[in-house]
C-alpha cells in the first residue's frame, strides 16, 4: 500500500467506520449528552457566582474522563487481534488508519463535546439571567458582591481565568493517551490512569528538586514546571513569598515544551501503530 494520504481513500474509510460503529457512537453520545444534562441541572441551580465558578470545574472535570475513555475505546479494537486484523488489513496507508482514529478519538470528540457544553452553557446562562430570586435570597447575594449576570462561559475574559496548567494537560491528553493505549493491550483502561499519575508525581519532585537546587532554598515549591513557586522568606519564617518567571518567558517556556512533548508522543504512537500491522 502506498504510504500517501487520498482524500477519496480515506473517505470511504472514514464511511466504513461509521456504518461498523454507528450504534457504539450514538451510546457514548447518548451518555455524554445524559451526564451533562444531570450536571448540568444541578450546577446551574445554584447562585450567579457559584455557576460561574463552578462551570469551569465541570468543563474539565466532566471532559478529560469521557475523553480518555473515548480515546481508549477506539484504540481497543486495535489491541483486540481478531478486530485488529479486520482493520489493519483494509484498503488504506497506514498514515490513513492512524489519521482516523486521531481524527475520531481526538478532533470528533473535541467538536462534538464543544458544541454540548455550548448548548448546555447557553441554557444554563438564560436561566440563570432571567431566574426570579426571593428577595431573602437577591438580598444575600447583594451582600455578598455577587453577580446577578454571568455571561457565556465561552466569552474571552472568561476562557482567560482558566489557569494554564489546565490547558496544557487538556492539549497533552490525547496524544498520551494514544501513544500509551498502543502500548498496553491488557487493563490498558487502569494501567494508563496509574502511569499518568505516576508521571505527575515524578515531574513534581524533580522540579520541586531542580527549583531548589537552583535556588539554594529548601522552602520553595512549585506545582507546575515554569510556573509560580511559594517560597518562605529568609528573614520572617512564617511569612510566603510568590515568585514568577516573566509572564513572556513562561508562556514561551510552557508552549515549547508543550508541543514539543504533544508531537513526540504522535511519533511514538505512529510507530507503535506501525509496527502492530507489521
Not at 488508519?97 to 481524527?103: A, D, F, Q, T
Request: glycine share 6%; charged share 15%.
Amino acid at each position: 500500500m502506498n504510504q500517501t494520504f487520498s482524500i477519496s481513500r480515506f473517505g470511504r474509510l472514514l464511511r466504513k467506520y461509521f456504518t461498523d460503529n454507528r450504534g457504539q457512537l450514538l451510546a457514548d453520545l447518548s451518555l455524554l449528552i445524559g451526564c451533562l444534562l444531570v450536571l448540568g441541572i444541578i450546577i446551574y441551580r445554584g447562585w450567579p457566582s457559584e455557576v460561574k465558578n463552578i462551570r469551569s470545574i465541570l468543563f474539565f472535570v466532566l471532559g478529560w474522563p469521557c475523553w480518555y475513555m473515548f480515546t481508549v475505546q477506539q484504540i481497543t479494537g486495535i489491541n483486540q487481534k481478531e478486530r485488529a486484523i479486520n482493520y489493519l488489513m483494509q484498503p488504506a496507508s497506514q498514515f490513513e488508519k492512524i489519521s482516523l482514529v486521531w481524527l475520531i478519538s481526538g478532533v470528533g470528540f473535541v467538536l462534538s463535546y464543544l458544541l454540548l457544553f455550548f448548548f448546555l452553557d447557553t441554557l444554563g446562562v438564560a436561566f440563570v439571567n432571567n431566574r426570579h430570586w426571593p428577595p431573602d435570597q437577591l438580598a444575600m447575594i447583594r451582600e455578598q458582591g455577587g453577580l446577578l449576570k454571568i455571561t457565556s462561559f465561552f466569552d474571552g475574559i472568561n476562557l482567560r481565568d482558566v489557569p494554564d496548567s489546565l490547558w496544557v494537560f487538556t492539549a497533552i491528553l490525547h496524544s498520551f493517551t494514544m501513544a500509551f493505549a498502543l502500548f498496553i493491550r491488557r487493563y490498558t483502561l487502569s494501567l494508563i490512569v496509574i502511569i499518568a499519575f505516576t508521571l505527575l508525581l515524578f515531574g513534581l519532585i524533580v522540579n520541586n528538586f531542580l527549583l531548589q537546587s537552583l535556588t539554594g532554598s529548601d522552602t520553595i515549591r512549585s506545582g507546575f514546571p515554569f510556573a509560580e513557586a511559594i517560597a518562605q522568606s529568609p528573614i520572617h519564617k512564617y511569612q510566603y513569598r510568590m515568585v514568577n518567571l516573566p509572564t513572556s518567558l513562561s508562556s514561551q517556556l510552557r508552549y515549547i515544551v508543550g508541543v514539543t512533548a504533544i508531537i513526540l508522543l504522535y511519533i511514538t504512537a505512529y510507530v507503535r501503530f506501525k509496527e502492530r500491522e507489521v
